[in-house]
Structures are given as C-alpha cells and as structure tokens.
C-alpha cells in the first residue's frame, strides 16, 4: 500500500505473524532511470528474507529492464505487477486499471517480467481488478494471460475501477477466477478479520488472501491470520495499553529508518486508525496528530487508559478509505481495440497505488 508498507511498517507486521510483505509500489522508469525517490524506496530490514516488490509500468522493455534491476542488483525475490490503480489521471492515459483491456500490452508487460526474472529465479506475480466497470471486465482474460506468460499467481481485488474503494468486494470473481486458471488465485477485498480470511479461502476456492485496509491501525491482524490458518484459537484482542505499545514500536521504527523528525511526521498518519472506537479523546488525538518526537509520543501515550479494552463494536467494520463510484477516465476511443500494445507514456506519472 502506498505510503504505508514502508519498512518499517512491513517489520512491524512480520513481527506479528507469518507472511509476505509488499513493498510499496514502484515505477519501472523510476528504477530505470534511477529516480531518487524511487530508489529510496528499495529499503529492506536484515529479517525480510524475501524482499517483494510491487513493480508498476506501462511499456514491456521498461518493465524488463527494472525487473533485471531490482533481482540484479537489489536483491528481490519477488515482483508483483500491479495493474489496479482507478486514479484518473492513470487510467486516463491507459495505465493502472484500464490497462489490462489492451490484451497484447498485458501480455507483453507480464512476459517481459517473467523472462526478466527468469534468469535469478524470482517469480512474477500480478494484481489487478475486476475490470474497468461492469461491462468491461477484464479479470478472466487477464489471468489467462498471467497464466500463458508464466507468472506464479495473480490476485485479484473483486471490485472493478469504477468501484474505486466503494461498496463490498465481489468474492464470486474471485472463486471464478479461481475455476478459470490454473495458477494459484489470491483474493483480496474486505478482510477485515482473520475469520474473513477462512471465509473467503473456504467459499472462493482461492490459494490465499492479500490483505489491504485491514491492517491500517492493526499490524496484529497478521497474527491472528497466522492463528487462524494454523486452526489455533483466537488470541484475545489488544488492551489500549498493548495498542498504545505498538503504536509505539512503529514510531521506533518509523524513526530508525527515516530519522526523527521525518520518522515522527509519517507516524501521524497512522494514528487515527490505532484509536479507531477507542474513547481517547478530541484533544489527545489532536496532540497525538501534531507529533514530532519519541518523548511527545510516550508523554502522550502515557495519558491514555491502558485497561481500556478493544473496541469490539469496530470488529468486522471497514477502515481506510472508501471512495465513491464513479466513471472511470479512459483515453479516446480505449474501449474499441482489444489488442493494442501501447499506451502514452504518461501513464507512469501520478501514479498511487491499486
Ligand atoms: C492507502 C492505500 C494504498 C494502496 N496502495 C496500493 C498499491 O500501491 N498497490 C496495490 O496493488 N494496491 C494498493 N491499494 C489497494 C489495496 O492493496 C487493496 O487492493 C484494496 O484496498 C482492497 O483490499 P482491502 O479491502 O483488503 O483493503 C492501496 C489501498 C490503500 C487503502
């Protein structure tokens, strides 16, 4: 997730349980052409034994090259290809989400990854959605066609771009997807607890479940999915106390990779969604906003009740962010050839995550 699943963010959630964490999405020409931001990106923890990408791009020669360039020379063992993005200003061009109904580009996109990565042996996975609204999806070509160019997996979020966020995840395109490929299926969309996890695996037949909004605020997601997966019992749900000292760990290691100042300024966003339904009030939560360093942090945290217990009215509830429906943007004339192999290439700019 963008702006989320940084490293430290990514160390925090593997510290709870078992999994693959994502990095944040990256852009082929940012690696290409050695794009700072991009590159400062690429940070990994010593404990990531499996360094994952997520890989984001228009033009099959690009995509090759930065795959090369992040097995080669940055050590990754995973590229995902993200082709879920709604924003306008992306799919407006052809890129994001409206790329996958451009069935030759698809395929040249994913091929050129699988044989970029071929060589150090790191398997291609792709992410898309539904399609681009109800009557043009794309999900069931595009997974064929994961298939035929040898990528390990294909996720699917069950909600089509024009959806953006809204309304809830169509699980029977997953289960059909999954009837549909031979490779494994990842569904994504609306786990919000672990118990949603075994659900969808039991009634969508998918392989496994990727995990977005529901670890906002909840890094302890990811052990309660590890429990739940391994037919262990519920582990109890954390005091305020026990949240504020998460909060606190992910500050800590906000602050080690990206320094204090910086490391305190990230953190903000994230309080909101540890304090969800907690009663902590209006002025703590505005102090907690403003934060700016470790010592506010725990002077702050301090004043919370730390017997206070978890929410529960707030289990099984959405968090992040919902969006509204809306009409997707595509370039002119998009919807009437199938098989295109190109789209502009200001497709890769402004992009912001699936
Ligand atoms: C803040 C935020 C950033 C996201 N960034 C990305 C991204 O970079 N790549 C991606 O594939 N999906 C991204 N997504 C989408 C999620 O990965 C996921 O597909 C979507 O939220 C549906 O799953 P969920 O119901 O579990 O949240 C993002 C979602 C959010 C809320």
Not at 119 to 125: A, F, K, L, N, S
Not at 232 to 253: D, I, W, Y
Not at 293 to 317: M, N
Not at 323 to 343: F, I, K, S
Request: glycine letters at 14%.
């Amino acid at each position: 997730m963008a702006g989320v699943t940084n490293a430290a963010f990514r160390r925090l959630c593997r510290e709870q349980g078992a999994g693959l964490y994502v990095c944040e999405m990256i852009t082929s020409r940012g690696i290409v052409e050695g794009d700072r931001t991009s590159l400062s990106m690429l940070v990994f923890d010593p404990s990531e034994q499996v360094r994952s990408v997520q890989l984001y791009g228009i033009d099959p020669i690009y995509i090759g090259k930065a795959v090369e360039i992040l097995c080669g020379d940055h050590g990754v063992g995973h590229v995902d290809l993200n082709f879920g993005c709604p924003v306008p200003k992306v799919t407006r061009k052809g890129g994001g989400a409206a790329l996958p109904w451009k069935r030759r580009l698809l395929g040249d996109i994913l091929t050129a990854a699988v044989e970029a990565a071929r060589p150090y042996g790191v398997p291609v996975t792709m992410k898309t959605r539904i399609g681009i609204d109800e009557e043009h999806e794309t999900y069931l070509d595009a997974g064929r066609i994961a298939q035929e160019s040898g990528c390990a997996a294909i996720a699917l979020h069950g909600r089509t771009a024009a959806q953006h966020y809204s309304g809830g995840a169509d699980w029977g395109a997953i289960a059909a997807l999954a009837g549909h490929v031979d490779i494994p299926v990842l569904g994504n969309g609306d786990i919000w607890e672990a118990a949603d996890a075994l659900d969808m695996v039991r009634r969508t037949g998918c392989a496994g479940v990727v995990v977005g909004r529901g670890c906002l605020g909840r890094p302890w997601l990811f052990r309660d999915l590890a429990a739940a997966f391994a037919g262990e019992p519920a582990p109890p749900l954390p005091t305020l106390g026990e949240v504020a000292a998460m909060m606190r760990r992910h500050a800590e290691l906000l602050t080690e990779y990206f320094g204090d100042q910086r490391g305190c300024v990230e953190f903000r966003k994230h309080i909101a969604w540890y304090l969800k339904g907690f009663r902590a009030g209006g002025r703590i939560r505005s102090q907690l906003g403003l934060v700016s360093s470790l010592a506010d942090l725990d002077r702050l945290l301090g004043d919370l009740d730390p017997d206070e217990s978890y929410p529960v009215a707030e289990l099984g509830k959405p968090r992040g962010r919902q969006g509204t429906p809306r009409r997707v943007a595509l370039p002119h004339g998009w919807l009437t050839d199938r098989e295109g192999t190109r789209v502009d290439a200001a497709a890769e700019s402004g992009i912001s995550g699936g």
